[in-house]
């Protein structure tokens, strides 16, 4: 008995019926949504020349150092080690130090013409502190002990009141955007 062709035409292999399929929910899955850009930028701040680390509760994030356009920092120049500080924990912790081989100092600066000032930013119980923004608080290493350029890394030591220290390799790259900060900019330490 011979099959008409409009009903040989409408028969299908369970091979064809697969690929028809798959080729259908590719696109369905195109159209679901895409996390937020920004939102995804808080939660994980880090960019390819930035690093993150932790100790204790507490996380370095988006730990980066600033060159200058031409990619090269002098010696005994002075240049802005950015980083977002995270506690997770329950409890308020303080950083009190932070130092390297690769300067004399590292001190405090709010904006680009403040007083230098010791280390002291307070680290609220499951808070953020952003030290991001060179207009705004932020940390500076003073006096390079040696030319350094883009693309190195340098290790650079941070000092917890409770939690602790944890030395972190941190890039030095060249100017940039800031990292998108969580948080407003919030002021030195008081006591």
């Known amino acids: 008995m011979r099959v008409p062709p409009s009903v040989a035409a409408m028969r299908t292999s369970p091979i064809v ?5 798959s080729v259908s929910v590719v696109p369905l899955a195109a159209c679901t949504s895409q996390p937020d850009p920004v939102q995804a930028r808080i ?20 730990t980066r150092i600033d060159a200058p356009e031409d990619r090269k920092l002098l010696t005994g120049s002075n240049t802005g080690l950015f ?13 009190v130090a932070v130092s390297t081989a690769y300067a004399r100092q590292v001190i405090m600066r709010q904006g680009t013409d403040g007083p230098e000032a010791p280390v002291k930013v307070d ?15 932020h940390l500076e290493m ?14 650079v030591t941070f000092r917890f009141e ?5 030395t972190v390799n941190v890039f030095v790259d ?18």
């Open 17 to 21: 019926v697969a690929a028809l399929l």
């Open 142 to 155: 003073v006096d390079l002990e040696l030319d350094v350029r883009a693309g190195r890394l340098l290790p």
């Open 83 to 95: 980083t977002t500080l995270a506690n997770d924990g329950a409890t308020a912790d303080r950083l």
């Open 123 to 137: 680290v609220p119980a499951n808070g953020v502190v952003s030290l991001q923004y060179p207009g705004g608080l």
């Open 43 to 62: 939660t994980n701040p880090a960019r390819g020349t930035s690093v993150n680390a932790e100790v204790g509760s507490l996380r370095l994030l988006a």
């Open 174 to 191: 060249g100017f940039g955007l800031p990292t998108v900060s969580p948080v407003s900019p919030v002021a030195p330490a008081t006591s």
């Open 162 to 166: 409770k939690a602790g220290s944890v």
